[in-house]
Nanobody, 123 residues
Framework: QLVESGGGLVQAGGSLRLSCTVS????????MGWFRQAPGKERESVAA????????YYADSVKGRFAISRDNAKSTVYLQMNSLKPEDTAVYYC??????????????????WGQGTRVTVSS
């Protein structure tokens, strides 16, 4: 099970911290990724992190503004989002994979997705 939280309404330039808690899997064995889907657009990868936390990936659109991290003891992955822009508005999802690079590029063929958490950035 994947449970995302932390979304909300924020003004441009503001910050949010998203969390995703995983249950039913051995969290520390998996890479984790954050994705987002804006209305009328395809789901896209935002960031990914390997099982150890040593390797991270960011989409060009968020590089320098977002930071992904994980706490294996809490089975939770985080996405710290700073300097938010209206174009960051989307529903944000997390997912897991054996390899972080699978989370970084399509197709994102995962059988299960959580309910997501909505982020709205006003201008």
């Amino acid at each position: 099970q994947l449970v995302e939280s932390g979304g909300g309404l924020v003004q441009a330039g503001g910050s949010l911290r998203l969390s995703c808690t995983v249950s039913g899997r051995t969290f520390s064995r998996y890479a984790m990724g954050w994705f987002r889907q804006a209305p009328g657009k395809e789901r896209e990868s935002v960031a990914a992190i390997d099982w150890s936390g040593e390797t991270t990936y960011y989409a060009d659109s968020v590089k320098g503004r977002f930071a992904i991290s994980r706490d294996n003891a809490k089975s939770t992955v985080y996405l710290q989002m700073n300097s938010l822009k209206p174009e960051d508005t989307a529903v944000y999802y997390c997912n897991l994979d054996a390899n972080w690079w699978h989370l970084a590029s399509p197709p994102y063929e995962y059988d299960y997705w959580g309910q997501g958490t909505r982020v709205t950035v006003s201008s």
